[in-house]
């Protein structure tokens, strides 16, 4: 198995502009999460689905924050416009039910 | 107030110098924890799951312990691979799947 696929795995963008994330989880995984990973907060839950359906955005941080899973096989997390602070490590995990959650390798976003 | 706290922030070792990471928790009802090792620019590696308290789960030179309040992971002989980020996680009773992580603790081990 590939394990979950995040693109790109670096990003560094201007103030304002849109940044989209990608994430394919495992293939047969119910669960999808958005993580996102700074020094002073650690590692924070954006948003989660499961079945393709967003069951807990109480994370995403403001209406720039956007996340769609329009099949079982490809998530998006879209920040419109970006920036300074939105610079982390955002992080894409999938599961199979409840269980042991995988993690991508992440994208490191730079906001200028 | 955070509901998992780890302690140490970061930690020195030389190889073969065992110790051990704790991770208290303040979870009402809790629904499994979560141990993960993070290397620099990695994701996060799942290493174990503690269901109960007594519970005990090892791998190699780490073995995790839980109690109603916290988990150790210890480390045994610790070799310079085993330098990296160590993260807990906990998942409560009335929070669905999501995890509630720690901020980690980093262990360093010279040889």
């Known amino acids: 198995d590939a394990g979950v696929i995040q693109s790109p795995r670096h990003e560094v963008t201007e103030m304002g502009q849109e940044v989209t994330l990608r994430c394919k989880p495992i293939s047969g995984h119910d669960y999808l999460f958005w993580y996102r990973q700074t020094m002073m907060r650690g590692l924070e839950l954006l948003i989660y689905?499961?079945?393709?359906?967003?069951?807990?955005d109480s994370g995403m941080p403001e209406d720039r924050f956007s996340a769609k899973m329009p099949n079982a096989s490809f998530s998006t997390l879209k920040i419109q416009p970006s920036e300074p602070r939105d610079s982390a490590v955002y992080f894409c995990a999938s599961s199979s039910g409840s269980d042991t959650q995988y993690f991508g390798p992440g994208t490191r976003l730079t906001v200028l | 107030e955070d509901q998992v706290t780890q302690s140490p922030e970061a930690l020195r070792l030389q190889e073969g110098e065992s110790s051990s990471l704790n991770c208290s928790y303040t979870v009402s009802g809790l629904r499994g924890l979560f141990w993960y090792r993070q290397d620099p620019g990695k994701g996060p590696e799942f290493l174990f799951t503690?269901?109960?308290a007594g519970e005990e789960k090892e791998k190699e030179r780490l073995k995790a312990t839980l109690t109603k309040k916290e988990s150790f992971l210890h480390i045994t002989a610790p070799k310079p691979e085993d330098s990296a980020t160590y993260l807990c996680?906990?998942?409560?009773?009335?929070?669905?799947?999501?995890?509630?992580f720690g901020k980690g603790t980093t262990l360093s081990v010279s040889s």
């Open positions: 503690l269901y109960s």
């Open positions: 996680a906990v998942r409560e009773n009335q929070a669905g799947t999501a995890l509630i």
């Open positions: 689905f499961n079945n393709n359906v967003p069951i807990d």
